[in-house]
T-cell receptor, first 115, second 112 residues
């Protein structure tokens, strides 16, 4: 079975540009979460979506937005890129968001470099 | 969210058991302990989780103290491929969202 997939794997942008990152969850999973991992630190929670609705948001500016599609795939959008947005962006999926016992499975990530 | 404390780094010889400790003294009764690992530049890999009973799967064992204030992840026969950063996370559901709050983790190095 395919795991969580993300595209693209790597991306280079310049300051001020916009970027869209994509995630396909494990088949049957309806919840998708996004995390940002800056070099040398642990991942930080950005968003969680379940059944196409935003269920949680981390401490990130409004330049960050996301959405979930009817097939449960998701996009993360970042506007007006800053140098500090350079990071590994991780997507994780779980069956639902109904219980703390539900495991989140991570994709390989998209490495974004902002110049 | 409950905070976890882990040693910054640990070393273990190949073939020996690796025991990774984690303190979570402020854990609440409905909070699960999760362990993930991250091999360089890859996405975090789920290892194991538990609430209050000890757990074992094909990858590892999780020992949670009776008061639930600390736990130990055990890799029974460490190999070079187990070299990674290991994260101990206390997982809570609140306000309709689930999130994993990662700390700095323990950098485990398996030596030949």
């Amino acid at each position: 079975d395919a795991g969580v997939t993300q595209s693209p794997t790597h991306l280079i942008k310049t300051r001020g540009q916009h970027v869209t990152l994509r995630c396909s969850p494990i088949s049957g999973h309806k919840s998708v979460s996004w995390y940002q991992q800056v070099l040398g630190q642990g991942p930080q929670f950005i968003f969680q979506y379940y059944e196409k609705e935003e269920r949680g948001r981390g401490n990130f500016p409004d330049r960050f937005s996301a959405r979930q599609f009817p097939n449960y795939s998701s996009e993360l959008n970042v506007n007006a890129l800053l140098l500090g947005d350079s990071a590994l962006y991780l997507c994780a999926s779980s069956l639902t968001n109904l219980g703390a016992w539900e495991t989140q499975y991570f994709g390989p990530g998209t490495r974004l470099l902002v110049l | 969210d409950a905070k976890t404390t882990q040693p910054t780094s640990m070393d273990c010889a190949e073939g020996r058991a690796a025991n990774l400790p984690c303190n979570h003294s402020t854990i609440s009764g409905n909070e699960y302990v999760y362990w993930y690992r991250q091999i360089h530049s890859q996405g975090p890999q789920y290892i194991i989780h538990g609430l209050k009973n000890n757990e074992t799967n094909e990858m590892a064992s999780l020992i949670i103290t009776e008061d639930r204030k600390s736990s130990t992840l055990i890799l029974p026969h460490a190999t070079l491929r187990d070299t990674a950063v290991y994260y101990c996370i206390v997982r809570v559901v609140g306000q309709g969202a689930q999130k994993l709050v990662f700390g700095q983790g323990t950098r485990l190095t398996i030596n030949p």
